[in-house]
């Protein structure tokens, strides 16, 4: 009996080392073994780590989850607010199957699961990023006693549930580091609002300051749309055990998280393998109208407007004197109170992030139409609105109170219909209609009756004619015109139509002093309607061939694009031998005239403004190639065809020579090249071949234009260092990226940001359109200051020995439709 209770210890102790020996680099550990500092757990597909860090120079220990690509990259921290000092600590499973970690003094007890187990325990890392403790051995075990994701940090990882647990108590949220070194709760939460149909908040401390608007049964409605989020499936559910927010990866293997960083900013993030580095998708501080309730009670917030807020139709501003200092915060009240009993009615908002839910009430049995009647029965309802748009329209959120934190979008599909109840007599002021009716205004109708019963058939006759005539000048000229008037009534119906006698009134019969603009298709005109709306006409030439394949594409392509980096089509007029486009008028004229313009011209783009131009123009073009109903090409993207709204804001303009690419089509081959001497890929221009890269050629082009403030122009071969792409490169490879900045500014105050750009434009001119990113990464990597950029390759840009040699190369076999940048605009005005 003595020598075995002698040789028992020693045995126990030889297992117990190789339990130790085994834990490192392995998945689980089992009770009674243990890793210590310097030891790991590695997910079974080596995907999450788990062990002890230091974050930067703090010196501290921690035990924690992260990347297995990116060892910075710090998913979940155990003992946050309890740090270990020196590498003392070990993790274990003791006796009782609890998990633990302690460290110095010895058994101090840093943090624990606080579970137990009579069976015994195991702990496993998950390739999900949980770390769960099982009862028992078995791995196949199925409920865990404990599970690292109903305790996260500042991360959530794909199939992580953020929001109330209300079986035992918990509010599962993320809480940001205290500081990029200190783990330690900080100020900043990232949590779910149960209330109405579920909505995501960002709060300092106590302090809401931002909310993404409510779950509507495909995304939450103030978050716009986005191609890239293919890749992910969200799900908000509500029951009586919790109710939670998720998100799960549909397209393996990717790496996805959603993090709530130490300034108080939520950002979705996915891993770039080919660039080893995070890329932003998206952030809570995306733009101004993300600041919670930044334009008060009833106010809507437009981020692309100069001025941000603006009251709903039916209100009006409560502190005028705030307002016009750009104080918002008091919002707008009714022009007109409410009357249930006086025919109270609707007003549709359209594109809207809903407001806040904290003062609304759902019913999922609801269809639109008994939504619409309940609120209308509760006259302390003031908005109603669909509370699932996934499968069509059904439940019903309604709100009473004012209405918290409402934006629009650029992007109707991007938001939400809203219904906005008014008193009767707003609605009828909205609609253009008199609030009351005059005794003698009914009985001058009543004559006027019979004068307009007796000059029906005259006026009938008229319209007959007038659009008979308009029917013989589209035959007139040819059947594209017909397939064109087809396309308007059967396609675009939303598309007006105007007559040519109120645009010859609104540019004063296309008069000379009216121009401010001139193409390959003709003249661009400034006009004024009577309504006062400022619009620009652009006018086709009637002897241009060219002309008549550019209006057939801008009517046909961009009556169905819509976005707030692209110049909106507002109408068009094919009547007596004209073909007209009237467009939203640009007063601040095209790009070309402030970055090649003189010094005063220039200084009105600082650096800011100029980064904000390309982000700009970047995600109108991340629309048109992937966005967009449509995927287009638009093939003469340059400075000329920027257009600058009242708040400088970029337009992408001129779809003449733009072509429609099936969704799987990657190039097309012409053998009439069309576009802009300087901004043409060389593969387009050498080969006629042309895709979505030749289109990032150009941007990439435009990017070192906007920058330097210099033209990218023919040369000869003697004079290559000239070339703007080839100087460009140089100058960045040798690290003397300054040299290249327009030197009319100011030097800017974050070169950083400056050189990410120009770095960007690089990347998009290289020589092969293979290495060229997509505009997908373009925006990555233009908003997301962290991700390392790849060295760019040396750019494609065609040398002829002249421009003579240039021009002869061309009429040998292909044919420029675009003139020279130079002349793109007669003179400097608005378009």
Known sequence: MGKSSTIFPYCLVISLFVLVSSSSGTDTIQQLQNISDGQTLVSAGGIFVLGFFSPGDSGKRYLGIWFAVSNTTVVWVANRDKPLNGSSGILRIDTSGNLVLTGNPPNT????????????????????????????????AGDFLWQSFDHPTDTMLAGMKIGPDYRTGRDRNLTAWRNATDPSPGRFTYKLDPRGMGQPFVLDNTTVIYRSGPWNGLRFSGTPTTKSYTMFNFTVVHNLEETYYQYGITQEPTLARLVT??????????WDSKKAGWQELWSSDLDRCSNYSLCGPNGVCNSDASVACNCLRGFRVKHQDEWNIRNWSGGCVRNTSLNCTDGDGFRLETGMRLPDTVNSTVDMGMNLDECRETCRKNCSCVAYASANISGGESGCITWIGDLIDIRTFGEVEDGQNIYIRLAKADLEEILGNPSKKKHWAIIAVTVASALVLLSSVL????????????????????????????????????????????????????????????????YVYKGKFLDGREVAVKRLSSHSEEGIEEFTTEVRLIAKLQHRSLVRLLGCCIEGGERLLVYEYMPNSSLDVFIFGDVQKRRLLDWEKRLDIILGVARGLLYLHQDSRLRVIHRDLKAANILLDEAMNPKISDFGTARIFGRNQMEDNTIKIVGTIGYMSPEYIINGNFSEKSDIFSFGVLVLEIISGRKNQWVSQKNTHMQLLANAWRLCRDNQCDKLLDDTLRPPTKFSDVLRYMKVGLLCVQESPDDRPTMQEVVLMLANRTSVLPQAEKPGFFKPTSLAAAAQWFSDGYNSLSSANVITLTNVEGR
């Not at 007890?109 to 051995?137: H, P």
């Not at 939303?494 to 019969?509: C, E, S, V, W």
């Open 261 to 270: 960083d130490h300034s108080g900013v939520a950002r979705r993030l996915l």
């Open 459 to 522: 006026w009938g006759y008229c319209i007959w004619r007038k659009r008979n005539q308009k029917a013989e000048a589209i035959i007139e000229h040819g059947s594209r015109f017909q397939s064109i008037n087809n396309g308007l009534t059967d396609e675009n119906n939303d598309l007006p139509l105007f007559d040519l006698d109120t645009i010859a009134l609104a540019t004063n019969k296309f008069a000379d002093a009216n121009k401010i603009g001139k193409g390959g298709f003709g």
């Open 109 to 140: 007890i840093f943090w624990s699961t606080g579970q137990t187990s009579s069976v015994g325990a195991t702990a496993q890392l998950l390739d999900s990023g949980n770390f769960v403790l099982r009862e028992g051995s078995s791995l196949t």
